[in-house]
């Protein structure tokens, strides 16, 4: 049963992991923006929401690429 | 405490011209892990990275993509640009501006530096490759140029070690002011403009007694080859089948160890662990899973090894310039060239480097079919088939096995260029947008960039088995175990599982392809990402077989299952099957639109579907 129990949280874990490294970078960013505007409610979260959220989210937005130059829509036929 | 660390920080932007050795520079200033190549435009992305003094002050270094104007004709140019004005959303404008300039090319580095002086940012200018300059008796007195220019100059070597500490000296942030005004820079440059930056830049060049480097005959000589139209095409045929029969021939011992190894592992977890579920799932799970990807690692090294000391070299843009004319023809500018060898590595960064590609039709012909180029993720899947379906004779002097690699990424290649053909058929009239390359000297390819790309591929594959394809066999492995098998069931486990039963449902869809329900459940991972489906089969025929170690052994076990037919189907379809999530993203993000992705993808389907259905069939009917 102990065994049972380790290998469906292992492949609870794996589940989560897989679906969070196949979602497009914005989908990321907006999840972690709606887990942020979650947390900032609760002041028991706020040193973790300093220590891994927020620099996740920084990461999260310098990985995509909506924000930079190359969206330029003037090289784009209209 | 805010306050005290914007004090005691300085962001520095590195700006030059394309292959000047700013990617090396900035290496050597943050001890980044970048690629550091030597042909135009590799610098596509922003890269950033900090470096921390001995006092505690920071430097936060961006490294920009390579252009020769501040007047852009590509996106990559425009980024740059924004970038030094401020302009770009989230990245404020550099404090500090190092124009990294070539001193064996100085003329076409100065006239940069003179517009980027023109904006009023306070500026260092890096005279880079100062030890190749001399070696070629390029004359340049630094402190003449520094004065005529108005601004610090620094001689710099950025690859080697000690040969950017003078830069790093100047660097010092208490001696640049904190922000300063940027002038207006419109988006065409006008004649008068052209005209007085050149003025002025023949002006520097005399002021600093700038003499030209001799010319190097053998240079000379190897582009009168490799340049030359019929023989230069040879040449590069030749080169690009030497390197896919090392990919075998060097692998084969690596390979063996590996193999070794991971059923050596795996029948000491099943000896050491108590008999249950978690030892089920390390041993046919995660080590017959994973550990089938791993194997291919050193043919993929070699591949990689071959590709970095080729950019290194400076043949790479050699190949450009050949091709330019060929890919006219099937309505791809030359400058396509690039982008689509990037997508041999993965289609994500080859369609991200269409950037450079200024005309939009030609940049969105290029992206569509880079994921017909083979990149690195199809390798597993072709090394797997190859090794277990393709007998490793001798066809004359070659193997017969990297003969079967080569034509694979060669009907890739023709494919994109039929794709293309298509396209420009139907596509309307093609503006003419002319090739203009830059041709770096020849050199040997640097040991140190080259242990760097490698250790950078490395990683990238070793992190991608040990992440995403990991965590998906793990899914996988617990699909093809739960429900378990009823009371009296004969078949195999997995047949009664819900993988087994996806596996049987898709198998009438891929039955026409020669495809059994072990290969029809492998294409469902395999959707997320091309070298996941090897993993899978390893997973699936390691709980076929109902608990025997064969979790290293796949390929002596798709030699005894399968026909030819059906492995050479498998080939066919995965030349063509979009089965990457993460490039159709890109593809959205790139053109800003769904409709390109789902374009690519229903025809990627409907000509992967075709091929193997043909290959399949006129296989079996040769027997």
């Known amino acids: ?78 | 405490m805010d306050a005290l660390v914007e004090t005691r920080s300085l962001r520095v932007a590195l700006v030059g011209v394309p292959n000047c050795g700013k990617t090396a520079l900035f290496n050597r200033l943050t001890g980044s892990r970048q690629k550091v190549a030597n042909y135009p435009g590799v610098t596509v992305e922003r890269r950033e990275g900090e470096r921390i003094g001995d006092d505690g002050r920071v430097l936060r270094v961006l490294d920009l993509p390579g252009t020769y104007s501040l007047h852009p004709t590509t996106l990559d140019e425009a980024i740059t640009r924004d970038v030094l004005l401020g302009r770009l959303a989230g990245v404020p404008a550099p404090e500090l501006v190092v124009c990294v300039v070539d001193a064996v090319h100085l003329p076409i580095g100065l006239r940069l530096a003179l517009e980027v002086k023109r904006l009023g940012l306070p500026m260092v200018l890096a005279l880079n490759r100062m030890d190749v300059a001399r070696r070629r008796g390029v004359g340049i007195r630094v402190e003449q140029l520094a004065a005529a220019l108005g601004v610090p100059v620094v001689p710099t070597v950025a690859v080697r070690r000690g040969g950017a500490d003078a830069l790093i000296g100047i660097l010092d942030p208490a001696r640049w002011p904190q922000g300063a005004p940027v002038a207006a820079v419109g988006a065409q440059i006008g004649a008068a403009e052209a005209e007085r930056l050149q003025h002025d830049m023949r002006a520097l060049l005399a002021a600093s007694g700038y003499s030209p480097p001799r010319d190097n005959p053998w240079f000379a000589r190897i582009d009168a080859l490799l340049l030359q139209p019929f023989a230069g095409l040879l040449a590069l045929l030749a080169i690009l089948f030497v390197m896919f029969q090392a990919v075998f021939s060097w692998a084969q011992a690596p390979m063996d160890w590996i193999e070794a190894g991971m059923a050596a592992l795996g029948d000491l977890v099943a000896t050491h662990m108590p008999p249950g579920p978690v030892a089920d799932l390390l041993v046919q799970g995660v080590i017959g899973g994973a550990g089938t990807v791993l194997v291919f690692l050193p043919q993929i090294v070699i591949l990689f090894f071959f590709i970095l000391a080729l950019e290194d070299s400076g043949y790479l843009p050699r190949a450009a310039y050949l091709l330019d004319r060929l890919m006219g023809f099937v309505g791809l500018s030359g400058r396509a060239f690039i982008p689509l060898l990037s997508s041999h590595a993965c289609a994500i960064p080859g369609i991200m480097a269409t950037r450079t590609i200024p005309n939009w039709r030609d940049r969105l012909t290029t992206i569509m079919i880079a994921p017909l180029m083979t990149c690195s993720a199809r390798l597993p899947v072709y090394l797997l088939l190859i090794g277990a379906l393709i007998p490793a004779h001798k066809v004359g002097p070659f193997n017969l096995q990297g003969l079967v690699m080569f034509i694979l990424y060669a009907i890739g290649i023709l494919s994109g260029v039929l794709v293309s053909f298509v396209v420009k058929q139907f596509g309307g009239a093609r503006q003419y947008s002319p090739l203009m390359l830059e041709l770096p000297d020849y050199q040997w390819p640097n040991a140190a960039n080259l242990l760097l790309g490698l250790w950078e591929r490395v990683k990238i594959f070793l992190s991608r088995v040990g992440g995403i394809i990991l965590a998906l066999m793990i899914v996988l492995w617990i699909l093809s175990t739960w429900p378990a098998p009823p009371e009296g069931a004969t078949g195999p486990a997995i047949q009664y599982s819900l993988a087994g039963r996806l596996g049987a449902m898709l198998e009438h869809v891929f039955a026409p392809l020669g495809f059994n329900w072990q290969i029809s459940i492998a294409l469902v991972p395999g959707l997320a990402a091309r070298e996941v489906a090897v993993g899978a089969l390893g997973t699936v025929y390691a709980m076929s077989a109902a608990g025997d170690d064969l979790a290293a052994q796949l390929q002596p076990v798709i030699a005894g299952s399968w026909s030819l037919a059906t492995g050479l189907s498998l080939m066919a379809w995965y030349i063509f099957a979009p089965q990457c999530l993460s490039t159709l993203a890109v593809v959205k993000r790139e053109t800003n639109s769904w409709r390109y992705p789902l374009i690519m993808a229903g025809y990627l389907f409907a000509l992967a579907y075709l091929a193997a259905f043909i290959t399949f069939r006129v296989a079996s009917a040769w027997g």
């Not at chain 1, 942020?36 to 609760?42: I, K, L, T, V």
């Not at chain 1, 891994?52 to 690429?65: D, E, F, H, M, T």
């Open chain 1, 1 to 78: 049963m102990a065994q049972l129990l380790i290998v469906a949280i292992i492949g609870t874990w794996a589940a989560l992991f897989a679906a969070w490294k196949l979602m497009p970078a914005r989908s990321r960013l907006r999840l972690l923006l709606a887990l942020d505007g979650w947390a900032a409610a609760r002041p028991k979260l706020s040193a973790w929401r300093t220590r891994s959220l927020k620099p996740r989210i920084a990461r999260a937005a310098g990985g995509g690429c909506d924000g930079c130059a190359a969206h330029d829509t003037a090289h784009r036929p209209r």
